[in-house]
């Protein structure tokens, strides 16, 4: 089940890149595997870092082109997953919780990555 954004999600990266999870984007949270749910609680918490990787995996997530102006960010898997470790990170989520969530994406990601799109472009 997903929830929509209500309002955009708006964050600004160390690299100066600001973008955003759009109003109207999806998310289902930290999407986290039964048996780690005890070690990652994959609800409870702020995890804006999840909103904007489920945006980038679904291929909503923006990026600014000017001070108004807003074009989709088309991020790899990749891209997507850095995103959420840097977002993590200014969360103030702990290196060993980050460093988890992380490796788990680059081994794992792939396949959710794959179905988001799938879904994104057949809608």
Not at 12 to 20: F, M
Not at 54 to 63: E, F, K
Request: glycine share 8%; aromatic share 8%; proline share 3%.
């Amino acid at each position: 089940m997903y929830d929509t954004l209500l309002e955009p999600l708006v964050f600004l990266r160390l690299n100066g890149d600001v973008v955003r999870a759009p109003a109207g984007g999806t998310t289902d949270g930290l999407s986290v595997p039964r048996c780690l749910q005890s070690i990652i609680p994959a609800t409870g918490g702020d995890w804006f870092a999840a909103v904007l990787h489920d945006s980038a995996y679904r291929d909503q997530l923006q990026i600014t082109v000017g001070s108004d102006l807003w074009k989709d960010a088309h991020y790899s898997q990749k891209q997507s997953d850095d995103l959420i470790l840097e977002a993590m990170k200014a969360q103030g989520v702990g290196l060993v919780m980050r460093q988890t969530i992380y490796r788990s994406l680059r081994v794992f990601g792939h396949l959710a990555f794959a179905e988001d799109r799938r879904k994104t472009y057949e809608a």
